[in-house]
Structure formats: structure tokens, C-alpha cells
């Protein structure tokens, strides 16, 4: 497995949650990692992303309230969840783009629900 998502889980709204996604060093060090979400009965979408240089972009229904990272150490990418809301629950997935192939973890369930 190229790609490992962990952390989801069921939290109420207005709660928090950390994702992680672990991959090897070759993909990390040279690849920009996304995190997508796929909501129940939606398409998958787009999150968040971070490239190399640790340089961050968000979604706009997002933006403000996740926080994606780097942890070179360890060679993951978290995804800090705060002000979770019920429109959040979705299956959270990892991935990175190399030779025009889309290469996806197996995602993690998250759950805002009270």
C-alpha cells in the first residue's frame, strides 16, 4: 500500500479530528499530496493539498477551518479538522499524481453527527 489514511471516526459538530496519510520517502519527498472527500452519494472532491516546499492550498468550504501539514520525520501528511461540520461526513482519502496516474489510500470515515 502506497498511500495509509488514518483517523476518522464519529465526532459531534463543532468538534475536531485529525487525519493522517503515511506513504514511503520516494513518493513524499517529491510528490504534492491531496486530500479528497467523497460525501455519501456525491462525487469526490477536492479538500486540500500540499506540495513539497510545504506551500498549502484549501478548498473554499474549508478554508479557515482545516489545516493540512507536513511531518518530514515521519513521512505523513495530517489534516487537522476543527469546527466540524455535519456537511464534513464523508470518506476521506489521500493522494498524489505521478505520470498522469492518480494513486489513492484507502480512506477513513469521518462523521460529524450529533
Known amino acids: 500500500v502506497q498511500l495509509q489514511a488514518s483517523g476518522g471516526g464519529l465526532v459531534q459538530p463543532g468538534g475536531s479530528l485529525r487525519l493522517s496519510c503515511v506513504t514511503s520517502?520516494?513518493?513524499?519527498?517529491?510528490?504534492?499530496i491531496y486530500w479528497y472527500r467523497q460525501p455519501p452519494g456525491k462525487q469526490r472532491e477536492w479538500v486540500a493539498s500540499?506540495?513539497?516546499?510545504?506551500?498549502?492550498n484549501y478548498a473554499a468550504s474549508v478554508r479557515g477551518r482545516f489545516t493540512i501539514s507536513r511531518d518530514n520525520a515521519k513521512n505523513t501528511v495530517d489534516l487537522q479538522m476543527n469546527s466540524l461540520k455535519p456537511e464534513d461526513t464523508a470518506v476521506y482519502y489521500c493522494?498524489?499524481?505521478?505520470?498522469?496516474?492518480?494513486?489513492w489510500g484507502q480512506g477513513t470515515l469521518v462523521t460529524v453527527s450529533s
Open positions: 500540499i506540495n513539497t516546499d510545504g506551500n498549502t
Open positions: 520517502t520516494s513518493i513524499f519527498s517529491s510528490n504534492v
Open positions: 493522494n498524489y499524481v505521478r505520470g498522469g496516474n492518480n494513486y
